[in-house]
């Protein structure tokens, strides 16, 4: 018996077991608390003024503008 024969033979074995435990986890994902401070101190304060405008949000310069 190959190795993949017997990963997949595996994972079909485990299928229920890993969909009851899929009913136990949580649907969003959750960052602590102190997350969007890091974010804040980390990030680029003249960057974010200009990408902050009407005008230059959707300049390549910015990160989801249009390009």
């Known amino acids: ?7 997949i033979g595996e994972v079909k074995e485990t299928i229920d077991d890993r ?3 899929d009913e136990d986890r949580p649907r969003i994902e959750v960052f602590p ?3 969007d401070l890091w974010v804040a101190a980390h990030e680029d304060h003249v960057r974010a003024i200009i990408c902050g405008t009407p005008e230059f949000a959707a300049s390549p310069f910015c990160g989801p503008g249009l390009h």
Do not use: K
Request: no cysteine; hydrophobic share 40%; charged share 40%.
């Open 19 to 21: 969909l009851e435990d």
């Open 1 to 7: 018996m190959g190795y993949a024969t017997e990963f």
């Open 33 to 35: 608390d102190e997350f």
